[in-house]
């Protein structure tokens, strides 16, 4: 790791961060009824993105530091779903087992995370006093 690879992720993840916030704004205007389209869609874009990425990449069509812009800070600050789903491909080439535990452990874990992490935050709140 050298500084221009920091500076490149941190450019692309600023990048992509405006973008998912863009993008999630100007969605949120279609109506969903209660579906998470926003969400949804950056969520897609990105796993569209950081496969085309990753293939260029992988097909040495794309340098070292153009992957770190777009791949690792671009579709890291858009969305990190991309990465994960971009893993699950990954590891499925070592062992389909192994993906399906990545994936559903990531999504019961993680699930199972924010809900402690909002619990933590309620007793913040509650034990400190400190309300908006």
Do not use: W
């Amino acid at each position: 790791m050298n500084i221009l690879s920091l500076i490149l992720v941190g450019i692309g993840g600023f990048v992509g961060s405006a973008a998912r916030y863009g993008t999630g704004h100007i969605i949120q205007e279609i109506p969903a009824n209660g579906f998470p389209f926003a969400t949804f869609a950056v969520n897609t874009i990105g796993c569209l993105l950081i496969g085309i990425f990753a293939e260029l990449y992988k097909l040495s069509t794309l340098s070292s530091q153009m992957y770190l812009l777009l791949a690792t800070g671009f579709c890291g600050g858009f969305t990190t779903f991309s990465t994960f789903i971009l893993d699950c491909i990954i590891t499925q080439k070592t062992s389909v087992g192994l993906t399906i535990f990545y994936a559903s452990t990531s999504i019961i874990v993680g699930y199972i995370f924010l809900y402690i992490g909002m619990m933590c935050a309620r007793f913040f709140i509650q034990f400190t006093g400190v309300h908006s």
